[in-house]
């Protein structure tokens, strides 16, 4: 661990270092304007185009100890993801393509159209419409990894087509879905997943919110439905809950959120019945800006977004700082499987607006076994 740790810190080092050395107070350093995000070259009539990408370097030291079995360490390091893509606009169409090159194989992720009308027409590859945890990019949730619940009711990417219709302070939006593009290639067998979502925020300040949330989806067969399958924190953890749900399975979700000032709070609870299985699960998290940020976010679509520290290295300043604090359980005893409970803590540094890096320390019980431990992130993207 000692070797991953140093090169972690090395890594960091190399892209900070730089920023504070030319940073004046009050302006923003030009090496600190890498790390604003990829220009959007905007033509005359509205149109524009932009890079987007992202690489979540990840190193973990952890600890699982199966029930009556022999403790494993496991220290090791991944790059969590490394994407590249486009996305723009052209009169009243938006379109986004991004592929992911991590862990050595190709995968593609968001890949779709959007016509932008009095209600909203998303065709291609895009997550079904559920749950706030899982609408929200993995560069702005509050931890490394989102809570079990999420992998473990399988909300993933798949081609279909979604209607949207947003205002001022709700969101309604509804999709079918048939398999991914990945399955496709591989020959894997598809289904037909339906799914819906509805938001609403009766106060929304620029410091004040209060988020409301439903959703539900129903899956068809069990044959070529969403992965079930999760792990109890990091990514490198080897112990997994995989519940087995079968065909005719219908998910709903509740999701409540807010935020006073610097301090922000989730929760979310989940349950999925099918012929064969059935399983339930949340969270409850919290979170406080210990440099006076406060947490960003979109009421159209009902979900957090970036938050920009207030004074960045680039500008002379520190960056942002924020604490924050989650348990979650998932119980899948009647889906075969076993009930696991987790706690996490985290420290996430904000150096610029598209530049984190993050420690979190999981601790969490199963029927089957417990483990522990901390994971690092450097997070960069554009």
């Known amino acids: 661990m000692s070797y991953i740790l140093r090169l972690f810190i090395g890594i960091t080092a190399s892209f900070l270092l730089p920023i504070t050395a030319f940073a004046e107070d009050g302006k923003v350093s030009n090496l600190g304007k890498v790390f604003q995000g990829a220009p959007k070259y905007k033509a005359a009539n509205g149109n524009w185009i932009k890079l987007r990408g992202r690489v979540l370097y990840d190193v973990s030291a952890l600890t699982e100890t199966p029930v009556g079995g022999i403790a494993r360490n496991i220290d090791d390091d991944e790059f969590r993801a490394a994407r ?14 991004e592929l992911d090159f991590a862990g050595g194989k190709t995968s593609f992720k968001d890949f779709n159209v959007t016509y932008k009308g009095l209600a909203d027409i998303q065709v291609g590859q895009m ?3 559920n749950s706030m945890e899982e609408q929200g990019s993995s560069l702005n949730t509050s931890f490394i990894e989102r809570a079990m619940v999420t992998d473990a009711f399988g909300l993933d990417r798949r081609l279909g087509v979604v209607i949207t219709k947003t205002g001022v302070n709700y969101g309604l939006a509804a999709g079918v879905f048939g398999n991914s593009i990945d399955a496709k290639r591989n020959n894997l067998p598809g289904n037909t997943v339906l799914s819906a979502r509805g938001t609403f925020a009766p106060i929304l300040q620029k410091d004040k919110l209060l988020h409301l949330g439903a959703s539900i989806r129903y899956t068809k067969d069990e044959i070529g439905a969403p992965k079930r399958s999760t792990r109890w924190g990091p990514h490198l953890a080897t112990e997994k809950i995989k519940p087995i749900m079968g065909g005719d399975a219908v998910y709903y979700n509740f999701e409540v959120a807010g935020v006073i000032g610097k301090f922000h709070a989730q929760a979310e609870y ?20 210990l440099t006076g940020e406060t947490r960003a976010y979109k009421a159209g679509v009902g979900k957090f977004d970036r938050t920009k520290p207030l004074r960045p290295l680039s500008e002379g300043g520190f960056g942002g700082l924020e604490v924050v604090a989650r348990i979650d359980t998932l119980d899948a005893r009647n889906a075969f499987d076993e009930q696991v409970t987790a706690w996490t803590a985290g420290l996430t540094w904000y150096p610029e607006s598209h530049l984190r890096v993050r420690l979190n320390y999981t601790d969490a019980n199963g029927d089957r076994f417990v483990g522990d431990g901390w994971q690092l992130r450097l997070q960069v993207d554009w």
């Open 84 to 97: 590249i893509g486009l996305q723009g606009r052209v009169g009243k169409f938006k379109y986004v393509g």
């Open 127 to 129: 997550k079904t419409t």
């Open 270 to 289: 989940m349950a999925e019945s099918g012929d064969l299985g059935s399983a339930k699960g949340g969270f409850v998290q919290a979170g406080y800006f």
